[in-house]
């Protein structure tokens, strides 16, 4: 099995931005937190900072990762991260010192105490996946097509056999990645409307037209 850090990485290498070194955060800052909070870090986000902590590109797109100087501990969950107006929050569980790769739920701030609404992904290590998914189309990637519409039925069967590999669903999308491309795909049920809704976020402008055409994607 490959290691956090390996997972991390092949995303990045995906997605066609390979991390460099100057993305990792040291072993020093993380620690630092940990005595500052008194928790402990989960392995599999301790391994995202420690390889990407200070990247940029996909971090900061739409949502904002927040550096450890900026973690807190709101209800048993250390906050890493914050919608880009600052309307919703995730945290991981701290609830078990001893959890590698625990849960992750979406909560809203409050200038007392943060409300959670439940697990979003049983792993952290999934939610980060999905999350740099949804980065990746909301402008890590610099060739976008947001909100496409499509009747062409897509399925995760028809995308494997396309190349695409499945990361999973996250509030109702799903996140699909080959080397510079990235998809996250969401089904419509509506009276005038029944299709897929894909965002698709791409290395190069060729790449995208490839997405747009395989796909059959309408403009949005």
């Not at 928790?39 to 391994?47: K, N, Q």
Request: net charge neutral; charged share 25%.
């Amino acid at each position: 099995m490959r290691s956090y850090e390996d997972r991390y990485r092949a995303l990045f290498q995906d997605f066609g931005y390979p991390l460099a070194g100057n993305a990792a955060l040291s072993t020093r800052t993380i620690e630092q937190a940990e005595a500052r909070l008194g928790v402990r870090v989960p392995a599999s986000l301790r391994a995202y900072y420690l390889v990407a902590g200070r990247e940029k590109r996909f971090n900061l797109s739409q949502e904002r990762l927040l550096p450890p100087s900026e973690w807190t501990v709101e209800g048993r969950r250390l906050v890493f991260l914050e919608e880009n107006q600052n309307v919703c929050i995730w945290g991981v569980s701290v609830r078990d010192p001893d959890a590698e790769d625990p849960a992750v739920s979406e909560g809203e701030p409050d200038d007392e105490s943060a409300s959670w609404h439940g697990v979003l992904k049983r792993k952290c290590s999934d939610f980060l996946a999905c999350m740099l998914h949804h980065q990746a189309v909301y402008g890590g990637l610099p060739h976008l097509a947001f909100g496409a519409f499509t009747k062409t039925p897509i399925s995760a069967d028809r995308l494997a056999k396309l190349g695409w590999k499945n990361y999973g669903e996250m509030k109702g999308e799903t996140s699909y990645s080959r080397p510079n491309q990235v998809v996250t795909v969401a089904p419509i049920a509506l009276p005038f409307a029944k299709g897929w809704t894909v965002n698709a976020g791409a290395r190069t402008k060729r790449d995208l037209e490839a997405i747009q055409a395989e796909l059959g994607l309408e403009a949005g």
